[in-house]
């Protein structure tokens, strides 16, 4: 069994990010990290290969340079091997682009079983796994909440807006997966050790065989115009709890006749 | 604009989202049409018109059954190339998300996503697309036709202005890969679990409670409040608490006067369904949990410590 895990590389939920006035783009020169949602992927595709006690792992990333890092990260979680799809090239991607160029990844790979998290920490796009499966021609099935494998079929269970239903999907397919599918592990030090010597592969926009209208700026079809501020949602009171933040919330309450 | 909106149908219904998409697209060109996917939507196709639709198509084929986004894919990139429509939208729902994403990539097409408002700007489409928690509002456009768009759910009320549109019903014809997955179960309302819309006050927990025993916790501040209890879908999805209690994009919509959010990171799948809220007040230990973004009172620090507390207090205050 082989298992593919997408894998992103998104700002530091610590650090604060901006979008760079000039470029328009997401300010990516702060600390980054590995996608929390991404880490229920890698998750679920280590518990398969441990549970038939075959298989291999191998995490894929799209990323400018230092993406490098937080891709290592997967592999000292526990994958077996890395690709980095990275290319001055990519920069400025949408959705389609983006798409493009991680199917042509996959595409080498021949996995049986294509992964991804539930959205990008930092896009809540939450659409790449559709677009992906169509270029791939295979089918796709998102939001799950388990996953189970047997004869040759996934079978997903996964939330809707009109409640829980099952759907299943024969293998090679595309899962994304809902940040409560699993608990995910940390990476142990043996395993920190152990990751350098993992095998980690890059590969540009030419080494997949990407033309360059089809990925990048260049092959994208969205814009960003303009930035704006939201609109104002009046005051907010911030409590840093020191004890008393419940009597400091209950006083807030009772002025405003809440209680 | 020759614009096209995807309607998704539930149980013979056409759905409420996508018609709120439909009245707005109808507000900024009045020549819209629209398209339903499904089994036995034939009958159902025509009250579009009521939302604004001129026409609508109708793909009315068992293979179109299950809530599935690749067959669909099929049905609206044959309409779209055949029929020369040069933008089409869709109202954000697990299915329609699928939908616009596949369609994007079989038409080698821009798709904006999460977008909170659609405008036309001297004849161009903009997108408006909050971005970073909401913390910045960005203009979004298209560089190419056709312009693929997805509206964040809950933003467009569906507004009749019409009466039933001409319905006309489309040949459907599947990629083999489409049809693959299929459903083994279907979604079924939940009749079970406590109703938490008509509450004047929720108290709301996720995945920040640790485990599913310290609901005990939310529950008796709740009672203490008057209120009722609510969940984020990470604690539904594990199992901590039913799915009748979740708020959010596939859950429940809630404006209570005061809703009290206990361990929520505040994603904007959650925040669509109690943004109306009158008062929000967030504990999260986190001092940059998106919640606060949107918090009324925002306190940073440890619900364990806090929340008995503040149900004693509120207690004490109650009588
Ligand atoms: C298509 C789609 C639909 C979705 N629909 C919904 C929906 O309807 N409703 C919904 O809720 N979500 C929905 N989601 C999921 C959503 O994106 C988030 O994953 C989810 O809301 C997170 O739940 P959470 O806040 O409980 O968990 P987390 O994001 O894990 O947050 C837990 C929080 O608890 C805090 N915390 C931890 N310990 C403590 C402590 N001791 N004291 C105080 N705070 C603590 C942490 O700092 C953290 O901020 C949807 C996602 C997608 C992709
Ligand atoms: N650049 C990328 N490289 C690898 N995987 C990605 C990338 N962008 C998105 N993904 C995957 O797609 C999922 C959804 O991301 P998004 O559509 O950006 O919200 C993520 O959880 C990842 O699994």
Redesign the pocket.
């Known amino acids: 069994m082989k298992l593919a895990v997408l894998v992103k590389e998104v700002p530091d939920a610590s650090a604060r990010t901006r979008i760079d006035p000039g470029s328009l783009r997401l300010d990516r020169s702060g600390p980054a990290a590995l996608n929390?949602?991404d880490a229920h992927a890698l998750e679920e595709a280590l518990r398969i290969r441990e549970r038939t006690g075959d298989g291999e792992v191998v995490a894929i990333m799209m990323a400018p340079a230092r993406g490098a890092e937080s891709l290592r990260k997967a592999l000292a979680i526990g994958a077996d091997r890395a690709v980095h799809v990275t290319d001055d090239a990519l920069a400025g991607s949408d959705l389609v682009a983006t798409a493009r160029a991680l199917a042509k990844a996959v595409e080498r790979e021949e996995p049986d079983l294509v992964l991804l998290g539930?959205?990008g920490g930092d896009s809540?796009g939450?659409v790449l796994w559709s677009a992906l499966a169509d270029l791939l021609r295979l089918p796709v099935v998102?939001?799950a909440s388990s996953l189970e494998l047997a004869g040759g079929k996934a079978t997903v269970k996964r939330?809707?807006?009109y409640g829980y239903d099952v759907i299943e999907a024969p293998l090679p397919a595309v899962v994304?997966v809902?940040?409560?599918i699993n608990e995910p592990r940390y990476p142990s030090l043996k395993g920190i050790m152990g990751a350098k010597k993992k095998p980690f592969d890059t590969v540009d926009a030419a080494g997949l065989g990407l033309a360059a209208g089809e990925v990048g700026e260049a092959g994208s079809r969205t814009d960003v115009r303009a930035l704006a501020d939201p609109p104002s949602r009046g005051d907010s009171v911030r409590i840093e709890d020191d004890g008393s933040a419940a009597e400091k919330v209950v006083e807030y309450l009772a002025q405003r006749k809440l209680l | 604009m020759k614009a096209l909106v995807f309607l998704e149908d539930h149980e013979g219904e056409l759905a409420r989202g996508s018609l709120g998409v439909l009245s707005k697209a109808a507000s900024l060109d009045g020549d819209v049409a629209a398209v339903v996917a499904g089994s036995g939507v034939k009958a159902i196709a025509g009250q579009a018109g009521r939302f604004g639709a001129a026409r609508v198509y109708a793909a009315d084929d068992p293979a179109l059954a299950a809530p599935l986004p690749q067959p669909r894919v099929d049905v609206l990139a044959k309409l779209v190339r055949d029929g020369g429509f040069d933008t089409v939208l869709f109202g954000?729902?697990?299915l329609s998300?699928d939908v616009a994403a596949g369609l994007a990539a079989r038409l080698g097409a821009g798709l904006n996503w999460d977008l909170v408002d659609l405008q036309l700007r001297d004849g161009e489409l903009v997108g408006i697309r909050p971005a970073l928690q909401d913390s910045v509002y960005a203009d979004v456009g298209w560089k190419d036709e056709p312009r693929l768009a997805l509206v964040r759910?809950g933003t467009f009320e569906p507004v009749e202005s019409g009466g039933e549109a001409e319905v006309e019903e489309l040949a459907v014809e599947l990629e083999d890969f489409s049809t693959r997955a299929v459903m083994v179960e279907r979604a079924h309302a939940e009749s079970e679990g406590p109703s938490i819309e008509e509450a004047d006050v929720i108290v709301a927990?996720?995945?920040?409670?640790?485990e599913p025993g310290k609901f005990a916790l939310l529950e008796e501040l709740a009672k203490a409040l008057g209120g009722a209890v609510a969940?984020?879908?990470?604690?539904?999805?594990a199992g901590w608490y039913p799915y009748a209690t979740?708020?959010?994009?596939?859950?429940?919509t809630v404006a209570p006067k005061l809703y009290v959010?206990?361990?929520?990171?505040?994603?904007?799948?959650?925040k669509?369904?109690m943004q109306g809220s009158g008062t929000i007040v967030a504990?999260?230990?986190?001092p940059n949990?998106?919640?606060f973004e949107y918090a009324d009172v925002g306190v940073v620090?440890?619900?364990?410590?806090?929340v008995p507390k503040l149900t004693e207090l509120v207690q004490e205050r109650r009588g």
């Open positions: 929390p949602f539930q959205q809540d939450a998102s939001q939330q809707t807006e994304a809902s940040d409560a | 954000a729902s697990v998300a759910s927990g996720g995945r920040g409670l640790g969940a984020t879908r990470a604690v539904v999805d979740q708020v959010g994009q596939t859950g429940k959010a206990c361990g929520i990171s505040g994603a904007i799948q959650h669509v369904g504990i999260n230990k986190d949990a998106p919640i620090g440890d619900l364990h410590q806090i």
